[in-house]
């Protein structure tokens, strides 16, 4: 159904948690493969690879999605970041959404992305989550931590979609974002 993309920066803290988390995507059919695209410097990001049986691309600046859109078997592609972490259930969400954009004319015009929970507790947080959905709901604006669902034409050459240690610079232009009801809760900057 579709594959995963983890992209990992400065902060490798998350990626166990984040792997976790597509694991029962992976035992439902529903996950075909992941590949870690990995920005950091830490000798421990390719060991953790190798034990989840997941490719790696390393990078030290910016790169097109398309040379790693080459790794990945699927038509749909997930990115998240390391240390994001879905809500369970998070994969059944995903799979209808696929279902709906894959019998829609042209499926590279839309996209998803996870509807946005910040980890921590205070109002700070809460006003943060309240400015993430109006800003995905009302704009299509999501952030990178959130994950993006999207069509694997946005890989291609001269997509100009790009990823970089924070994430993508911002969702495909050409595709209309709409927002999960299942939330990602995403990394505490580090």
């Not at 490719?55 to 592609?77: I, N």
């Amino acid at each position: 159904m579709f594959s995963a993309c983890i992209i990992v920066g400065e902060n490798t803290d998350g990626l166990g948690a984040t792997l976790g988390a597509l694991v029962p995507a992976v035992a439902d059919g529903v996950l075909r493969d992941a590949v870690i695209v990995d920005f950091s410097a830490d000798p421990d990001v390719e060991l953790v690879c190798d034990a989840a049986g997941c490719g790696r691309v390393v990078a030290k600046a910016s790169l097109p999605l398309e040379k790693v859109g080459t790794s990945l078997r699927c038509e749909w592609l997930l990115l998240m970041m390391a240390g994001a972490v879905p809500q369970s259930g998070w994969h059944w969400s995903a799979s209808e959404f696929i279902e709906r954009a894959a019998m829609t004319v042209s499926p590279e015009t839309v996209a998803a992305a996870f509807d946005y929970a910040n980890p921590g507790f205070g109002k700070r947080d809460r006003m943060s989550e309240l400015w993430r959905r109006i800003s995905g709901h009302l704009l299509g604006r999501v952030a990178p931590g959130q994950g993006l669902i999207l069509h694997r034409s946005h890989a291609s050459p001269g997509s100009g979609f790009e990823l970089g240690p924070q994430g993508w610079h911002k969702p495909p232009v050409a595709a209309r974002v709409t927002v999960l009801p299942v939330t990602m809760t995403v990394p505490v900057p580090g």
